[in-house]
C-alpha cells in the first residue's frame, strides 16, 4: 500500500512536511507489513492521538507527577519499566516520533535495530524518516497487525500507551480513516 502527498494531504491535513511525512510512512509502513485498510486505519488513528494530530514529535514535558515517575530518582516502578537507570533519564528519554517511543529501553532498542545511537542523539527521534519508523518498530516489535485486523482499538491503545489514555480520540480517528478508504473503494 503506497500512499501519495495528495493522500496525506487529505489523511493528515495538518503535516507540515509532507515529501518527508510521506516518503517516512510509505517506508514505515512497507517494513512493519502495514498493508491494509484495517492496519493503517489502526496505526494512522493511534500515532495521530499520540502526536497531537501529527504536529508534535517530542511529547510536551510539564513535569506532571506522571512525567516525574520516567526518572528513577522519584523512586517509581514506571522508571523501571522504562529501563532509565540514571537520573535525568525520565527527561532525557521522554516520548518522542508520531508513537512517542519513551525510555531508555526502547530508545536503546531502536537504536540496535535502526543502526543509530539515539542514546547519545535522542532529539534525532523527533525528524523523519525515525520519528515515523520507531513507531512501525514499536508496532511490528508489539504485534499489532494482527489486533489490527481484528479492529480491536482498545488493546492497540492499551499496549502504546499502558491505558486508555485517548482512546475515544483514537477510536473516532479510527472510523475518519476507514471511511476514507471505503470512500477511495477499498
Known amino acids: 500500500m503506497q500512499f501519495s502527498e ?5 489523511l493528515c491535513p495538518k503535516v507540515k512536511d509532507i515529501k518527508g511525512f510521506t516518503d517516512s510512512l510509505n517506508l514505515a509502513f512497507k517494513q512493519a ?4 485498510p484495517l492496519r493503517v ?14 504536529q508534535r514529535m517530542r511529547e510536551v514535558w510539564t513535569g506532571s507527577p506522571q512525567q516525574l515517575k520516567y526518572d528513577p530518582t522519584s523512586g517509581s516502578n514506571v522508571s523501571k519499566l522504562l529501563g532509565n537507570t540514571k537520573p535525568g533519564d ?6 518522542r516520533g508520531i508513537s512517542q517511543i519513551t525510555g531508555r529501553y526502547n530508545y536503546a532498542a531502536y537504536s540496535k535495530y535502526a543502526g543509530f545511537d539515539f542514546l547519545t542523539y535522542p532529539e534525532k527521534l523527533e525528524q523523519f524518516p525515525h520519528a515515523i519508523l520507531s513507531a512501525s518498530w514499536f508496532w511490528a516489535t ?12 482498545v488493546k492497540i491503545v492499551k499496549i502504546i500507551n ?4 485517548g482512546l475515544q480520540d483514537t477510536i473516532n480517528n479510527y472510523k475518519k480513516y ?3 478508504f471505503k470512500s477511495k473503494g477499498f
Do not use: C, Q, T, V
Not at 162 to 165: N, R, T
Open 90 to 95: 525520565g527527561i532525557k528519554f521522554l516520548g
Open 142 to 153: 508489539k504485534k499489532l497487525n494482527p489486533i489490527a485486523d481484528r479492529g480491536d482499538i
Open 33 to 36: 507489513e502495514i498493508n491494509n
Open 162 to 165: 499502558g491505558g486508555d489514555m
Open 6 to 10: 495528495k493522500d496525506i494531504k487529505e
Open 178 to 180: 476507514l471511511e476514507w
Open 41 to 54: 486505519a489502526a496505526a494512522l488513528a493511534r500515532w495521530k492521538h499520540e502526536s497531537w494530530d501529527f
